[in-house]
């Protein structure tokens, strides 16, 4: 492989970060390096001694640096890769204690085991000495100011978390007070799914519908009381020669609250409104499928289904494309992610035994509903669930459109510590730039590249291409409706990392994923 591969130039000839790495290697003797690297405070690669890295690596320092700013974490953390590595990683701080880098080590994981007293082991004073010249390498910059680094301030009180019913029910209570920010001026078509990646689902079928509105089926919920839409008084206008005075400079309080109130909605929005607060719906989730083994992590989808008699357990096609187009999907946005967060505070052992991801498909309505990600952040807080335990997914020509938007959307959810899911990506010049988008974990392709890869070579290079975009950037490329062995063959071939196919892992309920403990008789 490539040895010393740099990342960054630098014009000061005392910076060697290769000679870092080889003092690293020699440090942790007689334990084999497999590899070495050297991050600045942001993640962002600097040097290594490998050819790339992959994205479960690329996770790890991520989640290294999120530890290492926090003034009561361990010097050296190890994050299990699966195959029998691990990912130890060290802290980087210069003479006034601020975090300026990680240095990343791949070893076995049988030579490090997980007990925090192996790990300190390895904090030789050889090793130590290679951390110095590392951080004398780096800027000098201030460590930052947070609560815990100012003198004489009282720590904050431990707040306990809530319980599993009263959590749900604070969640519930968000759901029902925030506002749906119902638009009916403009109606909007929506991005949201049917049902993964089953051939020839409603997704297609909605993709032809006029708007080209996407029955969303990567969503559903609690119930969402719908907002008063009763007659609303306005406030009298002024009339001419009433008063001798000038006119206030500032309006009163019941024109400014005429100002704000949102517009007459229609009786036929009403009621659609109280339709779909009534229409029963049932959570069902898909698996993404690892083609190689690797991080522990779970993966799902989201997929919205009728819970009505007479259709369980289908796609609620009528209704989705009704609300999308009626600017009403946000409203089931919200239902999802409230029954969502609900299922996994009272099934805490779903995502506790094995870490596990639940991405939610977004409609275009919730991107432009301002009051939705503050909503989002309010569950999560409420919720205590770990981060990136909930995902949301968003279709790349959807995006592509709403570049105006996309970006605030993005940054706002990695925030909170949401990944983010590209569906349907081409090798097309605009899309790369939503790789820049900041939170973008997984790239999933779009269905007609994967679908002539065995026939077509243009289209074996198009994947390749995305899946190395999207190594280099540590994110990890999904594959959908892939339902033979031998297309899984190929696709592992071309370097994919997971596979979502009703052929290999159809969507279930999701309650199956909850096991009851059995009892002893």
Known sequence: MEQGKPFSATESPLVDFDAVCQKVRAAVEPARAHAVSLHNENGDVLWLSESSMGPDEHNAVREALDSFARSDSPPILAYDLGDAHSAVLLRAVNARRALVGAVMVIMDTRAIKSEAHTL??????????????????????????????????????????????????????????????????????????????????????????????????????????????????????????????????????????AEKRPP?????????????????????????????????????????????????????????????????????????????????????????????????????TALHDEHFIKFIELCLAKSSLPKGTIAFEIDAPTALTLADKISDVATALHRLGCPLVLDDFALRTECFDLLRLPGVRYVKLASDLTARMRSDKVSQAAITAV??????????????????????????????????????SPAVAIDSLHKPARTKI
Do not use: C
């Not at 719908?226 to 020669?241: I, K, M, S």
């Open 467 to 504: 899946v190395q975009m999207a190594r280099v950037l540590g994110m990890h490329t999904v594959a959908k409706r892939t339902d033979t062995a031998a297309e899984q063959e190929w696709l592992t071939a071309l370097g994919v990392d997971f596979v979502q196919s009703n052929a290999i």
């Open 120 to 257: 300190t082991k390895l904090l030789t004073p050889k090793l130590q000495r290679a951390l110095a010249d590392f951080a004398g390498m780096r800027p000098d910059i201030e460590p930052s100011a947070g609560p815990a680094a100012v003198k004489g301030t009282a720590p904050a009180p431990a707040v306990a978390k809530p319980s599993a019913i009263s959590a749900t029910a604070r969640v519930r209570a968000l759901a029902a007070a925030a506002p749906s920010s119902v638009r009916v001026s403009a109606p909007a078509t929506g991005s949201t799914k049917s049902s993964g990646a089953a051939p020839g689902s409603a997704r297609a079928q909605a993709a032809a519908a006029p708007g080209g509105a996407k029955a969303q089926a990567a969503t559903a919920g609690a119930k969402a009381p719908a907002q008063p839409a009763g007659p609303r008084t306005a406030a009298p206008a002024a009339q001419p020669g009433r008063h001798s005075g000038a006119a206030p400079a500032h309006p009163g309080p019941a024109e400014s609250a």
């Open 264 to 364: 007459d909605i229609s009786p036929e929005v009403d009621r659609l409104h109280a339709a779909l607060r009534r229409s029963p719906i049932a959570l069902h989730v898909q698996r993404l499928v690892p083609l190689t083994k690797g991080s522990q992590l779970r993966r799902y989808e989201v997929l919205l289904r009728s819970g009505a008699e007479d259709a369980p357990n289908a796609a609620p096609h009528a209704m989705l494309k009704a609300a999308v187009e009626n600017g009403l999907g946000s409203m089931i946005d919200r239902r999802v992610v409230t029954e969502l967060v609900g299922w996994l505070v009272r099934h805490p052992e779903v995502w506790q035994q094995h870490p596990a991801m639940f991405s939610v498909n977004l409609t275009t």
